[in-house]
T-cell receptor, first 115, second 112 residues
Framework: NAGVMQNPRHLVRRRGQEARLRCSPM?????VYWYRQLPEEGLKFMVY????????ESGMPKERFSAEFPKEGPSILRIQQVVRGDSAAYFC?????????????FGPGTRLTVT | QQQVKQSPQSLIVQKGGIPIINCAYE??????FPWYQQFPGKGPALLIA?????SEKKEGRFTISFNKSAKQFSLHIMDSQPGDSATYFC???????????FGEGTQLTVNP
């Protein structure tokens, strides 16, 4: 599968727990973007990362949310002490370095439910 | 100024009809306007995209019309099919930025 991979596809967490969402970009892509989609809404940008660097995190909530893209392995979006308002679909997208972020290809998403 | 306004919110057409979805923007720095198609439970799929130096782009049954002076662009789906039933999102991007700014989405239903 050469597409963007995300896991888990569905994640249920109780309030106060931690959620870890993983994203493996398309083969050959080194740029990763995370977006959040609330029910019945469009996608909102959260963070843009390259290997070992956070380039733009202006869309990330200031507290409880963090992201990383290590030299080896997938990008991880981490949500600490989840609250009901964090329930949403979280999508990862990737692009190649030469595309300049213009052609972003999305994964299937992780649907987070906070109970 | 970073917003992209999309309309209508929902649209129902008969098979063979030509649904038209419209988007408007304010930020003249946007230089890339893609459309994404999303089926329930799936991620958005890049459908077609346009740059502001052309007024129209066609790919198969999908056409983007772009009006730079009006700061509007639209998606037309020719000979629509029930399989086109999905949510469609327009988006825009500035050259210096990384993020795509998305419209609110249009839920399209194509009846047989």
């Amino acid at each position: 599968n050469a597409g963007v991979m995300q896991n888990p596809r569905h994640l249920v967490r109780r309030r106060g727990q931690e959620a870890r969402l993983r994203c493996s970009p398309m083969k050959g892509h080194s740029h990763v973007y995370w977006y959040r989609q609330l029910p019945e809404e469009g996608l909102k940008f959260m963070v843009y990362l390259q290997k070992e660097n956070i380039i733009d995190e202006s869309g990330m909530p200031k507290e409880r949310f963090s992201a990383e893209f290590p030299k080896e392995g997938p990008s991880i979006l981490r949500i600490q002490q989840v609250v009901r308002g964090d329930s949403a679909a979280y999508f990862c997208a990737s692009s190649s370095g030469t595309a300049g972020g213009y052609e972003q290809y999305f994964g299937p998403g992780t649907r987070l439910t906070v109970t | 100024q970073q917003q992209v306004k999309q309309s209508p919110q929902s649209l129902i057409v008969q098979k063979g009809g030509i649904p038209i979805i419209n988007c408007a923007y304010e930020n003249t720095a946007f230089d890339y306007f893609p459309w994404y198609q999303q089926f329930p439970g799936k991620g958005p799929a890049l459908l077609i995209a346009i740059r502001p130096d052309v007024s129209e782009k066609k790919e198969g049954r999908f056409t983007i019309s772009f009006n730079k002076s009006a700061k509007q662009f639209s998606l037309h789906i020719m000979d629509s099919q029930p399989g086109d039933s999905a949510t469609y999102f327009c988006a825009a991007k500035v050259p210096s930025g990384s993020r795509l700014t998305f419209g609110e989405g249009t839920q399209l239903t194509v009846n047989p």
